[in-house]
């Protein structure tokens, strides 16, 4: 058993055989700040918090430049000391107790602004990290430099912009194909192709290439797709399936390709031009013939307006969506079935999904997330609720690098880091608490 002398300036890192002393065991699944050696159980001072054992690690691993680490008991990060852990759960001192310590979450410096002439209302990104970047590049990874940021605006624009905050490209204007209203959702489909989606009802696909040297670009329209009734709010992309998921106002969710040749024949009710022949007006936009299709398929379930949806991480013939109804809804893609609906108290606004722990996570208007578990089997409709915010969640994100971690962003003007693994148990249930705010 490891042992190690008191520092003579008495700073909380004491480690004695002393009654107010524990053993634990070290233990990682980073093997890039995994021990050289185990060195079997230590025994520490009970006083211990968290950056004492962190400065122990340190110097287990004998760092040039301390790495801050969070430790982990039964799976939930350690917020008290040693001690007040031990009386709380009743664990003797006598107990072995693992621990096991993970990088600490750094809160993110600032780089660069990206400005525009009008509201900001999507941002989507193109690395290596995100499922577009990964899509396509057939398994490979996009190249340093590489990186990407897309944009949708309220002027009608897209922009994609490289990490020094210069416009790569920016979408073409309503007579040249572009959109003819405020733009409210954008995502990448592959490095290669953009949708986007907004208040004109239609989803524009865009073919997005770049020169050699990587320094301008542009985009140009595909496909326009006509379908829903009310401004379309949400969208979401699932390349490999070549399908796309839109959540909008006039309560129901879209389903559609986008392969031209899958698509089928746009509703001619809902063209441009039959609304010009209504007014008897001339008609007004695109002087171009982009193709225009139609939905697979429009699900009616919902009675409010449709918030957001996506597909399900690990199943993409699976789709869930939320609503100001107060309800999450499970739809079979293949058959448009709703299969499931969990009602909740509030608004819902926002929606991820957490795919290594089978969790949705929900943003509302009542200022939390709640983490729902769609399986059948749950027996509950709130697994976790994450409280912080102080106006409504209406933008959610997986974090790439971490299973356990998402990203909020809120009316109140922030966004927060969250790890579900730092909780604390309340009347209420299981209580999340947030790692990192910036705003």
């Given at each position: ?33 995994s ?9 520490v ?13 340190n ?37 072995t ?7 600490a ?23 290596e ?5 990964k ?6 990874s996009?190249?340093?430099g ?7 605006s ?8 490289n990490?020094s ?51 301008t670009?542009?985009?140009v ?7 829903h ?33 899958d ?10 031009s ?43 013939t ?16 293949p058959?448009?079935?709703c ?35 769609p ?9 976790m ?13 997986v974090?790439p ?17 969250w ?21």
């Amino acid at each position: 058993m490891a042992t190690a002398e008191p520092p003579a300036s008495g700073d909380g890192n004491t480690i004695s055989s002393s009654p107010s002393s524990v053993k634990i065991q070290l233990s990682t699944r980073h093997p890039d700040v995994s021990l050289p050696e185990n060195p079997g159980p230590i025994l520490v001072n009970t006083s211990f918090r968290r950056y004492a054992l962190s400065t122990l690690v340190n110097k287990l691993l004998q760092s040039d430049k301390p790495i801050p680490f969070e430790f982990l008991v039964n799976g939930t990060f350690l917020r008290t000391s040693l001690d007040e852990y031990l009386t709380a759960n009743g664990i003797s001192a006598e107990t072995t107790l693992s621990l096991e310590y993970v990088r600490a979450i750094i809160p993110p410096h600032y780089l660069a602004s990206f400005e525009h002439d009008d509201w900001v209302s999507s941002v989507d990104v193109l690395s290596e990290t995100s499922p577009s970047g990964k899509w396509g590049t057939n398994g490979g990874s996009l190249k340093s430099g590489q990186e990407r940021i897309l944009s949708a605006s309220y002027d009608g624009l897209l922009r994609v912009w490289n990490m020094s905050s210069q416009i790569m490209a920016t979408s073409c204007d309503v007579k040249n194909g572009g959109h003819t209203a405020p733009v409210k959702s954008t995502k990448f489909i592959s490095p290669n192709q953009v949708a986007s989606a907004g208040i004109d009802r239609t989803i524009r696909l865009w073919k997005y290439t770049e020169d050699l040297e990587g320094f301008t670009a542009s985009l140009v329209p595909q496909i326009e797709l006509y379908g829903h009734e009310a401004s379309i709010d949400s969208i979401a992309v699932h390349l490999p399936s070549n399908r796309i998921l839109s959540a909008s106002s006039d309560y129901s969710i879209g389903f559609w390709s986008n392969k031209k040749s899958d698509a089928p024949s746009a509703p001619e009710s809902l063209l441009p031009s039959a609304a010009a022949k209504a007014t008897k007006k001339l008609k007004i936009g695109s002087s171009t013939s982009t193709p225009q299709r139609g939905p697979l398929s429009l699900f009616k379930s919902h009675t409010a307006q449709v918030s957001d949806t996506i597909f399900a991480p690990n199943d993409h013939t699976v789709g869930h969506s939320v609503s100001w109804d107060h309800s999450l809804k499970t739809w079979d893609l293949p058959t448009s079935t709703c299969v499931d609906t969990r009602s909740t108290s509030h608004s819902l606004f926002s929606v991820c999904g957490l795919p290594a722990l089978n969790l949705i996570a929900a943003g509302s208007s009542a200022r939390h997330i709640t983490l729902v578990d769609p399986r059948a089997s749950a027996t509950t409709v709130s697994a976790m609720t994450l409280h912080g915010h102080t106006n409504a969640v209406v933008t959610l994100a997986v974090d790439p690098g971490s299973s356990y971690g998402l990203v909020s962003g809120s009316h109140d003007g922030t966004c927060r880091v969250w790890d579900i693994r730092s909780s604390k148990s309340e009347k209420e249930g299981r209580i999340g608490m947030r790692v990192v705010l910036f705003i």
